[in-house]
């Protein structure tokens, strides 16, 4: 939206009287948008203006410039009013309301109350990562502003990021209903004003009876997508013949920062043909929240040995939630309830059984078994199946990774094949494990607590942690937990990193530590619940946060999620540098002196960077901590001590 328009009224205008004209805030296909202030009141307002793009101000008065466009100036005029007189009649906490309405300088202007001007693209712009707690306080409450006006025969029809407006108090209110044109199944003229990777299928025709609340759900799902993601989705034409738009569901890292069903709602939403998108906001709001779900109930599962074919490393192996199979067993006629055939069945059973006793005693001696109670049977059995190559749960010792392992599963020929991620490794170093084995491998899903007080809980293949995984380090960490991406027992991928001292770091993560130059962000820094992002390496910071109408600016170390060692704090207010120190962190808190430059003049050259390093020759560096360049070695070897 732009905020230059070449026939937007000047600075101090007066309108209606009252209403003083303090600058432009945008402008559109059928308007200018401004910032007022009542001479009487001193409060302030949005005025909306119809000025459509073909519109001309002369003399102060809007006009069509040309006399064949009369007719449409006044259809988009009385369109105007219309939608201020439903904005003015709708009473709903998320939904912009029309205060005022009146006809000046040959058009019409309506005037809402100004919320401030932080919309929801630029809280993307300052939350990498949203969690689901997050996302839902913005759009459940969006949801039930569309069911209520959807429930009055009204389409927004242009929801994006940009048109939700979150209040100083956090209140998301939809804005922007230009569009609307208020029809559900209206056969009166609309103009096809859309905007594109926001707009379904539908809205690309002109047939206005396609139009039904699953228009405005699609929107609403592109702006969480966008959210999640930090990318458009693709726009709906292209998307028509091959669908080729990325899952969220599907997508491993998504599936384990957000429930499944908070995705699948996401992706249905997105679905290009409307039948297949949810046809209510309230049947959307019920999944995104979970409501949907179906409860809970305990169940018991049978385990049953593995297949008797063992699985070689080239085989894909079967999911570790996947029970082992068996051969169905044979079904025994039942016995015939003659009383004859009785009595000869038990005379034939008890010689039968004679000669069966016979045998196992014979068999007993030649092998020195004995078979006088259950245990000896079924070591026994456990022998006879190791000897034929057949599955059998028992116990072995294994060596893994140069350590002794008592392990009790499921084994095949000796080797421990397991699937049911139930088998227990017991190291000799006192680790515990319960989990999923592959050819005397931890492979699948698996838990495993060590000797020192850590655990992790996730993905494991050919012996490593492997795919998503928790890790919480020993007690004696400063770290409390790690949940994200793991690659062959290393920390890669994206993570979230929390600390004891409650500070947060969200971001990539590579050979056990922060990726160099990745982005990311903070949460904590100087005990506040701001996020502070930008890009990151393990050992330095260069991110921002808003405060107020000020953006703050930090370049300097960082250690366990908070500012430490030397650093630099700018401020820039309406993009101008306003201050700026440096000075010595430790553990989040300024210590020592700071030293602190010179705001830039106004006579100061343009070429002069507001940036990093900008007025270094007005700042007294400061050198760091003599202990700093001391620790630089035991910094660097990162996370490693702390986790592992």
Request: charged letters at 20%; a positive charge; one cysteine or more.
């Amino acid at each position: 939206m732009s905020i230059n328009h070449r026939y937007a009224l000047s600075s101090g205008s007066l309108l209606h009287g009252v209403y003083r004209i303090q600058r432009v805030l945008g402008s559109g296909t059928f308007g200018i948008t401004y910032l007022a202030q009542h001479v009487n009141l001193g409060s302030r307002s949005v005025i909306k203006e119809y000025l459509p793009e073909f519109a001309v101000r002369d003399n102060g008065r809007v006009t069509p410039p040309q006399a064949d466009k009369t007719e449409v100036f006044n259809w988009g005029l009385n369109s105007f009013f219309q939608e201020a007189k439903i904005l003015h009649g709708l009473n709903h906490t998320n939904i912009v309301k029309v205060s005022d309405l009146f006809e000046e300088n040959g058009t019409a202007y309506f005037v809402m109350p100004y919320m401030g001007s932080n919309t929801f693209l630029d809280w993307i712009a300052s939350h990498s990562t949203p969690t689901t707690d997050e996302l839902n306080a913005i759009f459940l409450p969006i949801l039930d502003g569309l069911s209520y006006i959807h429930a009055r025969d009204l389409l927004h029809r242009d929801i994006k990021p940009a048109n939700i407006l979150l209040t100083a108090d956090g209140t998301p209110v939809l804005i922007d209903f230009g569009s609307a044109r208020f029809a559900i199944n209206s056969n009166r003229p609309q103009t096809n004003l859309l905007t594109p990777n926001f707009a379904p299928i539908e809205q690309y025709g002109t047939r206005t009876t396609h139009y039904k609340p699953s228009l405005d759900i699609y929107s609403l799902s592109a702006s969480l997508y966008q959210a999640i993601t930090g990318k458009l989705v693709e726009a709906a034409p292209d998307r028509l013949q091959q669908d080729l738009q990325p899952k969220l569901a599907h997508n491993p890292s998504y599936r384990h920062l957000y429930p499944h069903y908070f995705l699948d709602a996401i992706d249905k939403g997105l679905s290009v043909q409307p039948e297949n998108r949810f046809q209510t906001a309230l049947d959307m709001k019920m999944a995104l929240s979970g409501q949907n779900q179906p409860s809970t109930t305990t169940s018991t599962i049978t385990v049953v040995p593995p297949r008797t074919q063992v699985v070689s490393p080239q085989t894909q192996m079967v999911s570790p939630a996947t029970p082992p199979k068996t051969k169905p067993q044979k079904q025994h006629k039942p016995p015939s309830h003659s009383t004859h055939q009785t009595r000869f069945s038990l005379s034939g059973s008890l010689k039968k059984m004679g000669i069966w006793i016979k045998r196992l005693i014979s068999l007993s001696i030649i092998s020195g078994v004995a078979l006088w109670s259950y245990p000896h049977i079924k070591d026994w059995l456990q022998y006879f199946n190791k000897s034929s190559g057949k599955p059998y749960h028992g116990t072995a010792e294994l060596k893994l990774k140069g350590k002794t392992v008592v392990y009790t599963g499921w084994l095949q020929n000796g080797v421990a094949q397991d699937n049911t991620g139930n088998a227990t490794l017991k190291f000799d170093d006192g680790t515990e494990c319960k989990v999923g084995m592959l050819n005397n491998e931890r492979n699948g899903m698996g838990k495993c607590l060590y000797p020192k007080g850590s655990m992790y809980d996730g993905s494991w293949k050919n012996d490593m942690k492997h795919g998503y995984g928790k890790y919480i380090p020993a007690e004696s960490s400063p770290i409390a937990s790690y949940e994200g991406g793991f690659v062959r027992d290393k920390l890669s991928g994206k993570g979230m990193m929390k600390y004891k001292n409650n500070a947060v770091y969200v971001g990539e993560f590579a050979n056990d530590n922060i990726k160099i130059n990745s982005k990311g962000e903070i949460t904590g820094m100087l005990g506040m619940s701001v996020r502070c992002v930008g890009t990151f390496t393990y050992k330095q910071a260069n991110c921002s946060f808003k405060q107020g109408n000020s953006i703050i600016k930090y370049k300097g170390g960082h250690k366990n999620g908070l500012w430490n060692g030397s650093g630099e704090i700018t401020t820039f207010d309406n993009g101008e540098k306003t201050d700026s120190y440096r000075g010595t962190f430790r553990n989040g808190d300024l210590i020592g002196e700071t030293i602190r430059s010179q705001p830039k003049t106004v006579d100061s050259s343009p070429n002069d960077s507001t940036g990093d390093d900008a007025d270094n020759a007005s700042v007294t560096p400061i050198s760091t901590e003599s202990n700093d360049n001391q620790s630089d070695k035991k910094d660097k070897q990162n996370l490693v001590n702390h986790l592992f």
